[in-house]
Nanobody
Framework: QVQLVESGGGLVQPGGSLRLSCAAS????????MGWFRQAPGKEREFVAA????????KYADSVKDRFIISRDNAKNTVYLRMNSLKPEDTAVYYC????????????????WGQGTQVTVSS
């Protein structure tokens, strides 16, 4: 299984931007579809964005569409989540996840997870 480590979280004001990174090791990164999920206190983990193995297909949750961009660099074994126009309701722990080839927006279909990185949007 691939190991995943997220970074880039922090405190940002409403309207600001952050870029999260997720570095993968221990597997063939280009064989995996990658997803970003988030979990706010007291809530279930929810889908944010996903990208297929090549980067040619992407999907987004309606709540982040037109604000967040998922991308990947297979040469660096890294997937990114660029978050723009951040809102207080984006506050959560953000997780990256991996599954073989085909992207999904279902938590249960991912095999490997990172430890998460906290994003707090507050003035």
């Amino acid at each position: 299984q691939v190991q995943l480590v997220e970074s880039g979280g922090g405190l940002v004001q409403p309207g600001g931007s952050l870029r999260l990174s997720c570095a993968a090791s221990g597997g063939t990164f280009s064989s995996y579809a990658m997803g970003w999920f988030r979990q706010a206190p007291g809530k279930e983990r929810e889908f944010v964005a996903a990208i297929n193995w090549s980067g040619g297909s992407r999907k987004y949750a309606d709540s982040v569409k037109d604000r967040f961009i998922i991308s990947r660099d297979n040469a660096k074994n890294t997937v990114y989540l660029r978050m723009n126009s951040l809102k207080p309701e984006d506050t959560a722990v953000y997780y990256c996840a991996a599954r073989i080839l085909v992207m999904s927006d279902y938590v249960g279909e991912y095999d490997s997870w990172g430890q998460g990185t906290q994003v707090t949007v507050s003035s």
